[in-house]
């Protein structure tokens, strides 16, 4: 059974750092794209940043520079380090784990997906 479990959220100031882990079960790591999305109030899920199995990365624009994807294939873990932390990042963060091959960059290519876990950003 495939299941993605994300932990690190909590409430930090603007300017602050977390990092998200996405522990996964069920599928080696080492063959799944994983990608971080997140849904902020009132807003659509969006993909905020992705990793394949072939070392290429994805960034939407409005991190780069502050967020960092990565995994550790013996741990089988993916994590989001998050730097600069900002108002508008406030959401709900996912992780989510595609089976085929590539990269995917919309939540149709992601099989399995995470319970999520709030990240709050406020002075």
């Known amino acids: 059974q495939v299941q993605l479990v994300e932990s690190g959220g909590g409430a930090v100031q603007p300017g602050g750092s977390l990092r998200l882990s996405c522990a996964v079960s069920g599928f080696t790591l080492d063959y799944y794209a994983i990608g971080w999305f997140r849904q902020g109030p009132g807003k659509e899920r969006e993909l905020v940043a992705a990793s394949d199995s072939g070392g290429r990365i994805y960034y939407t624009d409005s991190v780069k520079g502050r967020f960092t994807i990565s995994r550790d294939n013996a741990k089988n873990t993916a994590y989001l380090q998050m730097n600069s932390l900002k108002p508008e990042d406030t959401a709900v963060y996912y992780c989510?784990?595609?089976?085929?091959?590539?990269?995917?960059?919309?939540?149709?290519?992601?099989?399995?997906w995470g319970q999520g876990t709030q990240v709050t950003v406020s002075s």
């Open positions: 989510a784990g595609r089976s085929r091959g590539g990269m995917g960059l919309s939540l149709l290519e992601y099989d399995s």
